[in-house]
């Protein structure tokens, strides 16, 4: 199988990154939710990303007879609403269940660092389940340092876990990854 490409996602990709983020809620503590999303919920999900100039980038890979599969997603979001934070945001990063393993994940890191150079971002921050070692060494290789433990903070399959919050300063060499996936008025529907 050939290595995915990474792009902005469209509307059109909402059905996929609902998939991947579903078969999560429903599988793994990668998110505390616990009710999977609705294609409506997905949908609105992309829209207020769209609206707030908030980069959601797919990875897709080509399928032999049929159309590209989207293998794996990541955005950026607001840290918080407040104004002093405006130069701060929250990393996501989800892989298919069956694309575990085979990089995507790092494949999606590097553009969406420099998506977040491109918009101005000063910070990034990541929570991960303490037990995510895979989510954990990926964010490392990318550069990310521990800033807190956060203990039994969530509660999932009847048992509480603790959260590591990481964090990774931007800089001036981040905007030179010479991605240019920000999402434009052709992802409108």
Avoid: C
Wanted: proline share 6%; glycine share 8%; net charge positive.
């Amino acid at each position: 199988m050939s290595a995915p490409r990474i792009r902005p996602a469209t509307r059109t990709d909402g059905p996929g990154i609902l998939a991947i983020y579903n078969d999560a809620v429903r599988t793994t503590t990668a998110t505390y939710d616990e009710t999977p999303r609705t294609p409506e919920q997905q949908e609105w999900w992309l829209e207020a990303h769209e609206r707030a100039r908030l980069p959601v980038l797919v990875a897709e890979e080509a399928v032999s007879g049929g159309p590209p599969r989207i293998s794996g997603w990541s955005s950026l979001s607001r840290w918080q609403d407040r104004a002093g934070y405006r130069f701060t945001a929250e990393t996501s990063i989800y892989v298919a269940a069956g694309d575990r393993g085979r990089g995507v994940g790092t494949l999606l890191m590097a553009p969406l660092i420099a998506a977040a150079a491109a918009r101005g971002m000063h910070v990034l921050l990541a929570l991960v389940d303490a037990a995510n070692e895979p989510s954990l060494r990926l964010h490392a290789r990318f550069g990310f340092v521990p800033s807190g433990h956060l203990r039994e903070v969530g509660y999932k399959f009847g048992r509480w876990l603790d959260v590591i919050l990481l964090e990774r300063r931007i800089t001036g060499r981040d905007a030179d990854q010479n991605f240019s996936g920000t999402p434009s008025s052709s992802t409108r529907s």
